[in-house]
């Protein structure tokens, strides 16, 4: 389960959360106020390419993978 970051608008505090994919985007109460007046972070795991668009691990079916550092390991084996 992917882990999310939020940030309560009220308190202005961060927190992490783990949530489903399906979660992600639905009102994460704040637990330090209990309010649910929170804006979903971008998550440490999709800003990591930095300088590229997000959504290129959601598509293509394993056209690149964590071991490889190139942009395509169609040769790649995992
Ligand atoms: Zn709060």
């Known amino acids: 389960m992917p882990l999310y970051e939020y940030r309560c608008e009220a308190c202005?505090?961060?927190?992490?959360?783990?949530?489903?994919?399906?979660?992600a985007d639905a009102?994460?109460?704040?637990?330090?106020?209990?309010?649910?007046?929170?804006?979903?972070?971008?998550s440490r795991v999709v800003a990591m390419?930095?300088?590229?668009?997000?959504?290129?691990e959601s598509a293509g079916g394993g056209s690149s993978c964590a071991g490889c550092s190139s942009s395509n390991c169609a040769n790649c084996s995992r």
């Open 27 to 42: 009102p994460a109460r704040c637990p330090q106020c209990g309010g649910q007046d929170t804006k979903r972070e971008l």
């Open 12 to 23: 202005r505090i961060k927190f992490d959360l783990l949530r489903s994919f399906a979660d």
């Open 49 to 56: 390419r930095s300088g590229g668009g997000e959504g290129a």
